[in-house]
């Protein structure tokens, strides 16, 4: 499906067209069961936590949100936009979902907007967001940002975000590869935020969900230091604990550089 400009509500509407009526039967909801598990730590090189995670299983919703590092109140912005999701309350229908979920994440920013504005001139409250919401038998990937959303299914291992930065935009110009990428010196630069502007930009996705599908949720500090395909050798292990707990030690034994939080959910059968 080729969404690219599509708006987030575009993109819903061509998902409601294109199912049929029975597929969006309430009672597909029951047939699949999730776990997760999810973790953040501070790193060893950053002083504080301007990551913040949201697993809030029993709703379908998870979230990674990665204050902007060098700014003021990164972690006031994390845990902004970590604040208007908790207490998500989820109604059976799939666009009542998606909406809700539009509508907190704008009114994230513009908590940010005010607090950063009441803080005086040139002070910026910025996070990136990474949510993934399970409405069997969909779920969708909605973000702001450089943080990702990763699926392994089978032996296939997808990035179903495509990254707010700098360096996505020069990947997708084709001025520089996806491993210049990776070394480039601008690597932080992130193109949307929440709390930068009055207007958001959210980007959506989704995909159908087939059972033993396994998601990672990340901040940058996890993939700046493990490879993608690392990444999909963990999220294979039986353990979804293990794969977290794995993964952060992973990169804690590459140097830690940055704040790195990880949430990985995992779909099983009844
Ligand atoms: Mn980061």
Not at 114 to 126: E, L
Request: proline share 3%.
């Amino acid at each position: 499906m080729n969404l690219v400009n599509a708006t987030p509500a575009d993109k819903l509407n061509n998902l409601l067209s294109a199912v049929s009526a029975p597929t969006l039967d309430p009672a597909q909801e029951q047939t699949m069961r999730w776990t997760s598990c999810a973790m953040t730590h501070t790193g060893f090189v950053r002083k504080h936590n301007e990551d913040a995670i949201l697993d809030h299983r029993e709703q379908g919703l998870w979230l990674v949100a990665d204050g902007m590092g060098g700014h003021w109140g990164g972690d006031q912005a994390s845990q902004t936009v970590i604040d208007a999701m908790a207490d998500f309350n989820r109604q059976q229908d799939l666009s009542d979902n998606v909406a809700e979920i539009e509508l907190r994440l704008k009114e994230a920013n513009r908590t940010c907007m005010r607090t950063g504005a009441q803080a005086g001139k040139k002070r910026v409250m910025g996070t990136t967001a990474a949510l993934l919401f399970a409405h069997d038998p969909f779920c969708f990937f909605i973000w702001v940002g450089d943080s990702r959303v990763y699926r392994r299914r089978g032996e296939t291992t997808e990035q179903m975000t495509h990254d707010h930065s700098l360096v996505q935009e020069l990947v997708d110009q084709g001025k520089i590869t996806k491993a210049e990428a990776e070394k480039h010196p601008s690597g932080n630069v992130i193109t949307r935020a929440v709390g930068v502007g009055h207007k958001l930009q959210i980007d959506l996705e989704f995909a159908t969900t087939e059972p033993g599908d396994t998601f990672l949720l990340c901040s940058d500090g996890l993939y700046r230091h493990v490879s993608d395909q690392e990444i999909g050798e963990h999220l294979q292990l039986p353990n979804i604990n293990d794969a977290a707990s794995r993964l952060l030690a992973l990169a804690l034994s590459r140097g830690g550089s940055d704040n790195i939080s990880i949430v990985v959910t995992r779909t099983q059968n009844h």
